[in-house]
């Protein structure tokens, strides 16, 4: 053979070496069973022993499921993706190897679709190509970094009390209609006019309330960058069990991009309902009022997605408002409890405040935020700061006086600047406030500069200081919304000219007085 023969043999050899150990065998052994036993949307089926949690299986060619847990060996759990479909005992069924996937891509954008992605506003079919895991492992703590970044939500007892950083997890707790909802919606709405990503998931809700939310989002120009994830309260228990975490994978798709991403989970209460129901169905022994005893582990893998992550996986932001409900005000209920321990704060709402007309109805001293002024610019560091310390304060000396005990002039004047700041504190629904006009506010608190305002006519002196400040002034307030800190230079200019305003302002009500 001559040597250019054997130069060529060899090259052949060494490239089939090559394929050869670069080849990796990604097949599945090809599994047939049936089922052996129904009961609602819950299938206990044999024969399909290789399978993996999360795997789809097919049923009848028709019907689809996913693999919930094993019993033994050889008998498998399923969970029907529709109820009513038309499965038997004895029916026969075939593993597919592949997991259960959500579709995802900025497709989904202005969308509303189910847990496994079905359009469900009447438009077209959502066209992507890139899919991910239902369920997914949590990035590692080394995947991680610090959450120092402010998410603005445009309430104002929120962003200067209890701050919200990008990549936290804070919970929102309260009874029912004490304007959880609310706090989810103006927080989307605010993120409108910002390149954040936001995804609402509805779970377990009625369809009226669905379609009005929808509504308020899509008036206010939201709809555009949201993704909108619903399980109504008629749907199958598994479509209201993977809607949180198809949420969530959607939410990963876009942090892998590099993007900001909020997500609400509105409300895990339906959810822990459901993951109830379904483990009851397959007798797995209930623990404390009847959940099954890993629901604690069936939230903290979900939250745990959350996060701010490096540049090695994306370097985007995961931040989650799971909601609660509780009954009659108690937090120490066993599903609120397991939240609370699970995220980085929460924000409890409070039904007295409520019904007393103080919204949002947030209960400064069983609020907290583990982030803290971490997440807070330099310019609401400054203007925040003893804010909570005044309104705990405030709240003592108001019990105080209920005992008819005659006060001095420092504690009056403390009174009427708690008084004040619950005023500044209270916000209509669906009107978010732009970031440099909580800093206005808050800084003519800070400074003593309203001190001589009227409780009864603070929002009005607030509204009319924007307006005077918008205005007159906009290069002020157009440094502080991009430099995001108050400068000594900035500071003195803004007591002058928040002093001229307020003497003008008490001027004309004291005319009209």
Do not use: W
């Amino acid at each position: 053979m001559s040597d250019q023969n054997k130069k060529l043999f060899t090259s052949i050899d060494q490239e089939i070496q090559k394929k050869l150990s670069d080849y990796q065998f990604n097949g599945f052994i090809l599994e047939q069973g049936i089922v052996i036993n129904i009961s609602a949307s819950v299938l206990i089926a044999r024969g399909i022993s290789n399978s993996f949690c999360g795997e789809m299986i097919r049923i009848n060619d028709d019907s689809l499921a996913f693999v919930f847990g094993f019993i033994s060996n050889d008998r498998v759990q399923l969970i029907l993706l529709k109820e009513g479909s038309p499965v038997h005992t004895g029916d026969p069924i075939y593993r597919t190897g592949n997991p259960l996937t959500m579709p995802v891509g900025r497709a989904l954008l202005g969308r509303v679709i189910s847990p496994i992605g079905m359009p469900l506003d009447g438009k077209s079919d959502i066209h992507t190509s890139d899919k991910k895991r239902v369920e997914a492992i949590a990035p590692s703590v080394m995947e991680r970094k610090a959450v120092d970044r402010p998410l603005h939500t445009g309430i104002k007892v929120i962003d200067s009390m209890i701050p919200i950083g990008k990549g936290q997890r804070e919970l929102i707790v309260g009874d029912r209609q004490t304007g959880k909802s609310a706090i989810l919606i103006d927080t989307i709405i605010n993120q409108a006019s910002s390149d954040t990503i936001c995804i609402f998931v509805a779970i377990s809700q009625r369809a009226s309330t669905v379609a009005s939310i929808i509504r308020t989002l899509t008036n206010r120009k939201a709809m555009e960058n949201t993704v909108f994830i619903v399980s109504l309260a008629e749907d199958p228990t598994s479509l209201r069990y993977i809607a949180p975490f198809s949420g969530a994978a959607v939410a990963e798709y876009f942090a892998s991009m590099g993007k900001d991403v909020l997500i609400v989970y509105d409300d895990l209460s339906k959810h822990a309902e459901a993951y109830r129901e379904i483990s009851l169905l397959l007798h797995r022994p209930p623990s404390r009022e009847a959940y099954p005893s890993d629901i604690f582990y069936l939230h903290s893998r979900l939250l745990e997605r959350a996060g701010s992550f490096i540049e090695d996986i994306g370097g985007g932001t995961i931040t989650a408002l799971p909601v609660v409900e509780t009954q009659g005000g108690d937090i120490s209920q066993y599903i609120p409890t397991n939240l609370i321990s699970i995220t980085d704060g929460q924000i409890y709402l409070e039904k007295n405040m409520f019904n007393a007309g103080k919204r949002p109805a947030v209960n400064i001293g069983l609020s907290v935020s583990r982030v803290g002024s971490s997440a807070q610019t330099k310019a609401m560091k400054r203007v925040s700061s003893g804010l909570r310390l005044e309104m705990s304060q405030y709240n003592d000396l108001k019990a105080f006086t209920e005992f008819g005990t005659e006060l001095d002039k420092d504690t009056i004047k403390r009174l009427k600047r708690g008084e004040q700041l619950i005023e500044i504190a209270k916000q209509k629904n669906e009107e978010p406030l732009a970031f440099e006009n909580q800093i206005l506010i808050f800084f003519a608190y800070k400074e003593e500069l309203m001190e001589n305002v009227s409780i009864e006519r603070t929002l009005e002196y607030q509204d009319a200081l924007f307006r005077f400040m918008n205005t007159k002034y906009p290069r002020l307030v157009s440094s502080i919304k991009t430099k995001k800190e108050i400068s000594q230079n900035l500071e003195e200019t803004l007591k002058r000219v928040i002093k001229k305003f307020t003497d003008s302002f008490m001027k004309s009500e004291n005319e009209s007085g």
